[in-house]
């Protein structure tokens, strides 16, 4: 109960495309949902996080769609750029204190 | 740059020894976490402190031991060292007890041979 399941593992997109990564939890304790991007040989940098009582957040070319009652949430990256290459990791945390990652995917946006 | 600073960034030991690692946390944070990252089992929360007290345990294993300094720095300590130990070791940062708007720094990387 108290994984996030993240898919999916890896994703290729043109530049100029849409990234579409997925979330989904058990926990309904869960209050916070963080997304972290993480470049190789760094630590994973807060992108953007949303709580449950809206059901979408966008912060400049990324998006954060929450589904409550399908307990999931996506990332969308607009217009995808080489430099969006990464990794990134979902989040969900509670009054629990800590942060429960997901499994991570990996996006490749090619020129 | 996160703010919060990590020490050292790479380090090479061998089986059965101990190793310290450092964080220091962003300044005005009470809340220091440790993850490990390893490439089969993504970050994997190790423990939390607040404020000089821990506060959660996760999965972590008894030869390992951290501890929060009154200044906040704070130190993961591994000891008898194995081969599967070898991952990046991260801290975070937060202002507060939950996990929110919390940063990590660059992390360690620990490779045991």
């Known amino acids: 109960q108290q994984q996030v399941k993240q898919s999916p593992q890896s994703l290729i997109v043109q530049k100029g495309g849409i990234s579409i990564i997925n979330c989904a939890y058990e926990n309904t304790a869960f209050d916070y949902f963080p997304w972290y991007q993480q470049f190789p040989g760094k630590g994973p940098a807060l992108l953007i996080a949303i709580r449950p009582d809206v059901s979408e957040k966008k912060e400049g070319r990324f998006t954060i769609s929450f589904n409550k009652s399908a307990k999931q949430f996506s990332l969308h990256i607009m217009d995808s750029q080489p430099g969006d290459s990464a990794t990134y990791f979902c989040a969900a945390s509670s009054s629990s204190y800590k942060l429960i990652f997901g499994s991570g995917t990996r996006l490749l946006v090619r020129p | 740059d996160s703010g919060v600073t990590q020490t050292p960034k790479h380090l090479i030991t061998a089986t059965g020894q101990r190793v310290t690692l450092r964080c220091s946390p962003r300044s005005g944070d009470l809340s220091v976490y440790w993850y490990q990252q390893s490439l089969d089992q993504g970050l994997q929360f190790l423990i939390h402190?607040?404020?000089?007290?821990?506060?959660a345990k996760g999965n972590i294993l008894e030869r390992f031991s951290a501890q929060q300094f009154p200044d906040l720095h704070s130190e993961l300590n591994l000891s008898s060292l194995e081969l599967g130990d070898s991952a990046l070791y991260f801290c975070a940062s937060s202002p507060g007890r939950v996990m929110a708007e919390a940063f990590f720094g660059q992390g360690t990387r620990l490779t045991v041979v």
């Open positions: 402190y607040y404020n000089g007290e821990e506060r």
